[in-house]
């Protein structure tokens, strides 16, 4: 049997766990779940403690996913230009760490833009600035967007993951600017894709942006796992938006992680109604790209 710790600050019902022990389980997989609640002052220690025998990896939760990337041996792509890792592997003494929330956000971009890349629209604005807003920033950059708006509650934080993208953001505008009305305005009258990665809408009947602020046939993917449908999917509707909440994102990233993991082709369907479980969410309400 090989653990596989969870490793986070605080803990509350995880659809990570009970989505990767299913596919675990239905695969015949000896890998069991555990949790390890972890300080940042005691990240270094729980990352080290991983090269032992015995660990497959680890799953890493919030708010350790920056830090990760800087105490593991080798980065894959998508964790070296996101500044994060999420899923840490053993491979013998050494540890490798990967960032499935890009894959998870790359298969929501492509759920709602259009198939043609050269119709996507050039600017953004992303709501948030923890290791979700990283892997969609990230991704932005890389399908070449020209302005970047990245807003978070605190200023710090969005000028943190501004500054880690400088370098491979030449070319184009990266901005980190305060939660205002008035520069949401703005920002918001120039772009057409709008993703909120701040983690507001989880509750019911919350949304992060008051619908006034949306204008006509704006892209929304709105990361909020919970709900089949948020206020803010709602407003964008309305104004003839395309939108997605976090569903096919969390399943895709679900997905690679299994895959990372197991070296096995992830048992879909089964981790698709783990999650609806979880969620309380009939199964055919869980969304999954291609739906």
């Known amino acids: 049997m ?11 019902h995880s659809a990570v766990e009970a989505v990767q022990r299913a596919a675990f389980e239905a695969s015949g997989l000896p890998i069991a779940i555990e949790r390890w609640e ?14 032992e025998n015995g660990f497959a990896g680890a799953l890493i939760a919030a708010p350790h996913k920056e830090r990760t990337a800087s105490l593991v041996d080798l980065l894959s792509e998508d964790a070296k230009v996101s500044g994060a890792a999420n899923v840490v ?13 890009v894959d998870g956000v790359r298969a929501g971009l492509a759920a709602i833009l259009p198939k043609e890349r050269a119709k996507w629209p050039r600017q953004a604005v992303v709501l948030g600035a923890g290791g979700g807003a990283r892997a969609v920033v ?11 708006a990245v807003f978070n509650r605190h200023l710090h934080k969005a000028e943190a993951v501004v500054a880690h993208f400088a370098r ?30 701040s983690g507001i809408g989880v509750e019911e009947g919350t949304s992060a942006l008051p619908a006034e602020m949306l204008g006509a046939g704006v892209f929304v993917l709105d990361l909020v796992l919970n709900h ?7 407003d964008a509707q309305a104004r003839g938006g395309n939108v997605a909440n976090g569903q096919a994102s969390f399943l895709s990233a679900s997905a690679e ?10 048992p879909l369907e089964v981790m698709r109604s783990a999650l609806a479980t979880e969620l309380g969410l009939p199964e055919e309400g869980i969304a999954v790209v291609g739906d």
């Open 2 to 12: 090989q653990r596989l710790p969870v490793v986070g600050q605080t803990f509350a």
């Open 228 to 234: 089949a449908s948020t206020p803010l999917m709602v």
């Open 138 to 148: 990230a991704i932005l950059i890389g399908s070449g967007f020209q302005r970047i």
């Open 38 to 51: 972890r300080r940042p002052h005691q990240l270094p220690e729980a990352i080290e403690a991983l090269r």
């Open 89 to 101: 592997v053993r491979d013998g003494a050494r540890l490798h760490g990967h960032n499935t929330d």
């Open 168 to 197: 491979a953001a030449k070319g184009l505008e990266l901005r980190a600017l305060p939660w205002h009305e008035t520069f949401l305005e703005i920002e918001l009258g120039r772009a057409k894709l709008l993703v909120n990665a």
């Open 257 to 266: 992680t299994f895959q990372l993991l197991s070296g096995q082709d992830p």
